[in-house]
């Protein structure tokens, strides 16, 4: 039998020589992520802004329009009605009711489920997010993400020298500015969910860069005399199958989660399928060329013997 | 590399094993479990309230009205310790956080300075000294006093207020008669409520909002509500409540506490035997029946309120004196909300205010939908996973499924033990670990495959592709394994699951993925000693 390979066992494809359109482009993109981020914005759910989700669902098809007037009518502010799955479920939204505390939160719920009655035949969520929680939420969600990146930061330079640290922490930093992005250019509801699928691309980004500056490291002791591009490359080429195979099973695997795993986890899952396609490209692209950028200490002996010896251990 | 010792084989052998045992009880349903001999493991996992349904609550403390109300009890010990004292004084009231009054002759100061340092009383010191601690600071500045309660009280006074509030919520929820609540104290001045599987998630969040604070109060007869309200004037020692139910009628009502609703003993729905309305009737304990007796006995004729929560429940007239310590409230009552005020009352009252800052709650349905949904997607995503490793590698390939499949059971069977909890997101992490997992051998095989290319043989390929894949294998995990580390240290609830899953998938995959599949791999070398590998 002959086996799959989708990556031809001795690649040569000039990976260096194209990163001056792959700086640009990444330069783009994580301009155009900041950029969008201060105009458009995220569209933050009730996590964060505070407010009200009501999941129903309803005996045959929802007629959304009919809702939509009926609870616009009840003067609760600014609600937001959609399909959510399927025909008969429906998500209601409602903005936390302004210079209101908690109690009046409660009691808005408390109308909905006057005014919807029997249209509602189970009342499948109910999440009411007071605004002294979700301003908790919002900082210790952006706390996560800077938390994760330095201490990354910290393991990498611990394991390697400051160069790989700094190259791997840039395309960290590229990969949640472009799936941050994403969510604005979409507007995808960004909830915790959102901050547990950053944190999942920043870990599965760092696992790529890692493997490539490890076969990085290793040709820096094999090879001392070999030009830097050139070995950048031999290293991107030598890790190419992998690469394409770890994500192949990752993207097939989350694949079936975005397509059968529920509304629920869409939004979740689409920003991790994002982020493992970003964070594949960024190993290769960004972290890569960056070392090429700050140069890296050849023939350091005391780091490379560093980087030997913890190998046995683990067994 | 190839070579295991024979205590590792075992070792190596007895942890797969177990971990096949632990997740066994997994694949049996619930009610057959109870036929599980003890000693057999029995343990499932445990469901996130995302997946079985129920409520999740966040309950915040009133710490301020609480300090509030410590200074409105101050006032009145002031002022009670300067009458004994003999002390005239005026301006006594609540400043910037402390009471405060001015004694009127300066030779005075020091007798009351003296007599309200007496009110002081010791508080155990906070954590750091542990050294007992006085509860007030009284400092005279000419010929006013002022009277502040310390930082250690205020902080004895929240913890006392939290435990207490945690006892009386839970005797509200038990009164629901829900399994495995869970109530426990979240940061300084909050409470966390996770109640599963629950028929009226509603009736839990009328039983939490309430404080529940009730008495019996004379309705008074020094002029009527509406001539109060039209002259503004409120007779001294009386207040305007109004009424719980549409229309709001206002009543004047005596401060003064006839009974306390503390003096309850016992609370129960019922039906009023004429008109057949629920109602709720309750009975006082000995002192409060006598109280409530001598009061009603001095007052025939006059209504009195029931008051809960500063609302006036009703007024009924009385008619005659009430002597044998039992009543019964009627109001506009619906059996519902007679059965709740009564589980309320037999509950007793929070010491404080409490409001609900954070409220989920996931009915049975859509928990089902989303077990059901995350059940075919981690089948499904398995099979192509299995499908593009075995396409890929061959015998090899096969021999990785099969640590996958290991490393799944490794993964259910810890989360069992642990009684972790497995929540929706968890079960992304899991599908996802399902995708990671295999990384390791892809790394060690794609190692392989180069070291054949290079001209190796088998045994000595395998060997250098397993010892060349250990480094980039730990330092890619490791850093996923901090980012979990940080998840389930910043995550609440469901987000947390996904930390957990993740965390122990990493762990368990390192553990399948590079030991165990190293070992099999071993003995197919030593029992078929290939010529050459296809990989």
Redesign the interface.
Known sequence: MRLLKLIPDDTHIPFVKWRHIAVSLSLVVVIASTVLLFTRGLNFGIDFTGGILIEISTDGPADIAELRSDLGGLGLGEIQIQEFGQADDVLIRVQAPEDGDERASQRVVDTIRAELGDRAVEYRRVEVVGPQVSGELVQDGILAVVISVVLMLIYIWFRFEWQFALGSVISLVHDVMATIGIFCILQLEFSLASIAALLTIVGYSMNDTVIVYDRIRENLRKYKKMDLGDLLDLSINQTLSRTVMTSGTTLLALAALFIFGGAVLRDFTFAMIFGIFIGTYSSIFVGAPVLLAIGVTRDSSGAAEKGSKEKTAGA | ?LYFERWKVILICLLCFAGLAYSMPNFVPRDKLENVPGWLPNKQINLGLDLRGGSYM?L?LDTAGLEQSRLQDLVNEVRNTLRDARVPYTGLGIQGGMVAVSVTRAEDVETARKAIDGLATTVSGNMFSGVPERDLIVRATGQRIEVAVTEAAKLAQLQAAVEQSIEIVRRRIDELGTTEPVIQRQGADRILVQVPGLEN??QL?ELL?RTARMNFRLVSNAMSAQQAIATRTVPAGTEILYSSDEPRVPYLVERRIMVGGDRLRDASPGFDQRTGEPVVNFRFDNIGGRQFGDVTRENVGRPFAIVLDNEVISAPRINEPITGGQGQISGSFTVQSATNLAILLRSGALPVDI?????????P??GA??IA??E???L???T??VV??I????FFGVLAVAALALNVLMLFAILSVLQATLT??G??GI??T???A??AN??IY?RI??ET?QGKGPIQAIETGY??A???I???????L???A??F????G??RG??VT?AIGIITSVFTA??VN?LMISVWLRRRRPKAI??
């Open positions: 590399m966040l915040g998630p509603q969040k909002g409001t609900i800052l954070e409220e989920r709650t996931v009915g349905g859509l939908d989303s949904a995350g075919i997607a981690a499904i995503g398995a192509a996973v593009f490793m396409a890929s590698y061959g929706l997101p079960i992304a599908v996802l399902i995708g990671m295999v990384d892809v790394l794609e495959r180069e290319l010892n060349k250990l480094s980039s730990l330092d890619a995990n490791i850093t996923t901090i980012s979990a940080i998840l240290q910043l995550g609440t469901p987000v996904f930390a993740l590079y030991t190293r296809v990989l």
